[in-house]
């Protein structure tokens, strides 16, 4: 499970992924057994005889070494099953819901899920089309949803039919899409390529990450947009104009193209290219991947002023902060040696780590010179930043395509190398 799971009175809860732990171990149609079972309140043999057809056994999932218990993944069913029968438990449906959205990696391991449920609870989907014909199944596959199929109040209602009704499979779907929404909230920013007055384009790269940077600070997760009454007096009026434009921030190319300008043409900052040559000699653009850098164009648009770290980004901001009520910045930032894959040779990387107090997620930064790289990954993992390890994460391992929801709104991954 990953935070935050937005359900009434549910506590946000922490990705599992320790390896000792049942679920890092099964699969999307392994949980529906276990939903399933648990909701028919199967005896503990019978469940065993199902995992084990599933070739679910004591240190082994289907031959693959596991260190965990037969027994341990069966406890699995009777919590989820004391929860439903015995302790009237209304959340447990929603945060197994919120898990099977994160491992998902396609809509057909939703689909799985669903049908390896009702195999073992047939009222799950009573006499809908979609238990046995293949073209309702295409449907279910084929179908998107929108931003209004999403709200609180759609899935509030979805809660009320996951285990009942013919919809229960569109139910369990707005339920976890509605949750894995709630990662940030905020739509994540796509890498595009934009020229500059003339010049060929550029990959945008530190225009992400200052601009992930920014969105991160702006964005009222309660409210979901961007809040612009956030901004310091200081700031780039340009940036004002831009937020008032675009609240929801976005994966979109017009929000990106009327970005990177703002980031061109402060004369504290290194580029990497240059327009073409006229009477004012041209002008460079597309931001150094430094630390530096980052920071001016932060501070610059931010305040108006320029300042070398992010860290005293923060200081700033929490100077506002404290006169605004707006929620405190915290940042951690470092430089790691590190030797190329190539050779011998010792290189530098900027990594930094920056949360807003009592918001969910964390933003990761990373910078490199050479070759010059820069990425920023937003997880959801911990709304504390010293537990969070400095390991740059891997969103191949730990995130799942579906738990970004569209690609283009949910792509967390920003990085590019020239």
């Given amino acids: 499970m990953a935070p935050p799971a937005v359900v009434a009175g549910v506590p946000r809860v922490e990705a599992a992924r320790s390896k000792s732990a049942s679920v890092p171990w099964l699969t999307t149609s392994d949980i529906g057994a276990i939903v399933g079972l648990a909701a028919a309140d199967s005896p503990d043999e019978h469940v065993r005889d199902v995992l084990r057809m599933r070739r679910i056994e004591t240190n082994r999932v289907r ?49 799985d899920y669903t049908l390896s449920a009702a195999e073992h609870f047939p009222p799950l989907l009573g006499d809908h089309r ?13 179908a998107t949803q929108s931003p209004a199929d999403i709200t609180p109040e759609r899935a509030a209602a979805a809660a009320q039919n996951v285990l009942s009704g013919n919809e229960c499979a ?18 994540q920013v796509r890498l595009e390529r934009h020229a500059f007055e003339g010049a060929p384009d550029v990959p945008d790269c530190v225009e992400v990450v200052a601009r992930e940077f920014i969105e991160n600070v702006l964005w009222d997760s309660r409210k979901g947009t961007l809040d612009a009454a956030r901004l310091p007096p200081g700031a780039d009026e ?46 460079d653009y597309e931001v150094s991947p430094t ?10 648009l931010l305040f108006g002023i320029d300042v070398d770290t992010l860290t005293d980004v923060a200081a700033m901001w929490n100077d506002h902060a404290h006169a605004t009520r707006c929620p405190k910045l ?21 990594i930094a780590r920056a949360r807003l107090v009592d918001e969910p997620g964390v933003l990761h930064l990373e910078l490199q010179e050479h070759p010059p790289t ?21 969103p191949t ?3 799942s395509p579906l738990a970004w929801w569209v690609a283009s709104a949910f792509d967390d991954v920003r990085a590019c190398a020239h």
């Avoid at 993944?73 to 447990?92: F, P, S």
């Avoid at 569109?170 to 739509?187: C, D, F, N, V």
């Avoid at 990425?375 to 891997?394: E, G, I, K, M």
């Fill in 63 to 111: 031959g693959i070494e596991t260190g965990v218990s037969l027994a341990k993944h069966a406890k699995l069913v009777q919590m989820i099953a004391d929860a439903m029968h015995r302790r009237g438990e209304t959340r447990a449906l929603p945060l197994v819901a919120r898990v099977v959205w994160e491992k998902a990696q396609t809509k057909n391991d939703i689909l």
């Fill in 130 to 142: 979609l238990a046995a014909d293949a073209d309702a199944q295409d449907e279910f596959l084929a």
């Fill in 170 to 187: 569109e139910s369990l779907e707005t339920i976890a899409t509605s949750m894995a929404t709630r990662r940030g909230g905020r739509i």
């Fill in 238 to 283: 340009r940036l004002r104009e831009w937020t008032t434009q675009f609240p929801r921030g976005g994966g979109g190319f017009e929000a990106s193209a009327r970005w990177f300008p703002l980031c061109q043409r402060h004369p504290s900052v290194t580029y990497l290219s240059r327009t073409p040559a006229d009477e004012t000699g041209g002008n």
């Fill in 291 to 300: 630390r530096k850098d980052l920071a001016h164009v932060v501070s610059r």
């Fill in 330 to 350: 915290e940042v951690e930032e470092r430089v790691d040696v590190f030797r190329s894959i190539a050779g011998d040779e010792h290189r530098l990387r900027f």
């Fill in 374 to 394: 820069a990425s920023a990954v937003s997880t959801p993992c911990t709304n504390d930043l010293a537990r969070f390890s400095w390991r740059h994460p891997n």
């Fill in 397 to 399: 391992t730990e995130m």
